[in-house]
């Protein structure tokens, strides 16, 4: 049996909407750095922004704020003088594991083969199209 195309457009939708939700909780250049950092455990602000290379403090401070809101990082305040602030992944952050885990994977296949298509298309003797 044939799909219609509403039927085509409603999987689709099916499929797009929670990958959507998750790239606004996810997306961005630092999140998921910040998540990796804290998943080798809890850390406190500067820790993260030297495992962070480039990012500033602010986003730090905004980043941290968003995945806290989301539920993916804890900010623990101990009533210590000084103050002594950090910051954890939640038991919920760690059922991301797999995810970044299949990224990396991807990243590293990815680039492999890149490499692989330039090395052909240098010896394949094709000169460049500017």
């Avoid at 195309?5 to 910040?34: F, Q």
């Avoid at 002594?84 to 939640?90: G, P, R």
């Avoid at 299949?102 to 094709?126: F, P, T, V």
């Amino acid at each position: 049996m044939k799909k219609t195309i509403e039927e085509k457009h409603s999987a689709c939708t099916n499929i797009l909407k929670p990958v959507r939700d998750s790239l606004d909780v996810l997306s961005g250049k630092w999140k998921l750095p910040i998540i990796i950092a804290l998943d080798f455990g809890e850390k406190r602000f500067t820790e993260i922004a030297q495992e962070v290379h480039g990012i500033t403090d602010r986003m730090l401070s905004k980043e941290l704020r968003d995945l806290e809101l989301n539920g993916l990082v804890k900010r623990n305040v101990q009533d210590t003088y000084p103050v002594k602030v950090t910051y954890a992944l939640t038991a919920h952050s760690k059922t991301l594991r797999p995810v970044i885990n299949s990224l990396k994977n991807w990243g590293i296949m990815h680039k492999k083969k890149l490499q692989e298509d330039c090395r052909e298309y240098k010896y394949s003797g094709k000169k460049a199209v500017v």
